[in-house]
C-alpha cells in the first residue's frame, strides 16, 4: 500500500524557517516525480514545488521562488521542502505527490490532477 506521510509543519513567526519532509513507501521511490502543493483556508490546492525522478531538475511557483528549496534522497525515499522567509500568506495545508507516469504536457506538474498519490498534509502556520 502506498503511503506518503508528511512531518514538520507547526507555528512559526513570520521571517522563520520550517522544513518539511515526506516519507514515501513506494516501490522504485526514484521512478517518481515529487511535489509539494498548498491549500490555505478558503483557497485551491495550488502547486507549490516540484522535483523531478531523477533529482537533476527542480521546479517552483513563482510565490516561493528563492524562499524554499525541494530536495531529495531515493535512498531515504524522503522528499523535503526547506522554506524560509516565510510570510503569512504561506500559511496552509501542505501535500507531498508522487507520480511515476510518463506526461506529454510541459508544465504537467503543476497541475493537482495530474498526481496520482498524495499525503494528508501537514499544517504550516505563520504569524504576523
Known amino acids: 500500500q502506498v503511503q506518503l506521510v508528511e512531518s514538520g509543519g507547526g507555528l512559526v513567526q513570520a521571517g522563520g524557517s520550517l522544513r518539511l519532509s515526506c516519507a514515501a513507501s513506494?516501490?522504485?521511490?526514484?521512478?517518481?516525480?515529487m511535489a509539494w502543493f498548498r491549500q490555505g483556508p478558503g483557497k485551491e490546492r495550488e502547486f507549490v514545488a516540484m522535483?523531478?525522478?531523477?533529482?537533476?531538475?527542480?521546479y517552483y511557483a513563482d510565490s516561493v521562488k528563492g524562499r524554499f528549496t525541494i530536495s531529495r534522497d531515493n535512498a531515504k525515499n524522503t522528499v523535503i521542502l526547506q522554506m524560509k522567509s516565510l510570510k503569512p500568506e504561506d500559511t496552509a495545508v501542505y501535500y507531498c505527490?508522487?507520480?511515476?507516469?510518463?506526461?506529454?504536457?510541459?508544465?504537467?506538474?503543476?497541475?493537482?490532477?495530474?498526481?496520482?498519490?498524495w499525503g494528508q498534509g501537514t499544517q504550516v502556520t505563520v504569524s504576523s
Open positions: 522535483i523531478r525522478a531523477t533529482g537533476d531538475r527542480t
Open positions: 513506494l516501490h522504485s521511490f526514484s521512478s517518481y516525480g
Open positions: 505527490a508522487a507520480d511515476g507516469r510518463f506526461h506529454t504536457y510541459t508544465l504537467w506538474y503543476r497541475a493537482a490532477l495530474e498526481y496520482e498519490f
